[in-house]
Nanobody, 115 residues
């Protein structure tokens, strides 16, 4: 079964950048669509970006033009490049399958945008 490990979060000032990584163990990673999700305190988990098995990307309106999702099927890794970060981007970020949540959730990585 695929296991997911997210990394790359941290504390950054507004306007800054971070690059998140999601390493997937297990086989057949390349056949899955993948997504980055986030959950802010007191809010439901939401999808922010997705990438299909054939590299078609989609983004939530709130991050469009600022975030870029990519994948490396050789390294079994999905990335989220986050630029022009805003305080409202503060959340725990997770990766999982897309469109269906296909795997156990990882521990996530905390992103805090604050001056």
């Amino acid at each position: 079964q695929v296991q997911l490990v997210e990394s790359g979060g941290g504390l950054v000032q507004p306007g800054g950048s971070l690059r998140l990584s999601c390493a997937a163990s297990g086989s057949h990673f390349s056949i899955y669509g993948m997504g980055w999700y986030r959950q802010a305190p007191g809010k439901q988990r939401e999808l922010v970006a997705s990438i299909t098995y054939n590299y078609i990307n989609n983004y939530a309106d709130s991050v469009k033009g600022r975030f870029t999702i990519s994948r490396d099927n050789v390294k079994n890794t999905v990335y989220l490049q986050m630029n022009s970060l805003k305080p409202e981007d503060t959340a725990v970020y997770y990766c999982n399958g897309y469109p269906g949540v296909a795997f156990p959730w990882g521990q996530g990585t905390q992103v805090t945008v604050s001056s």
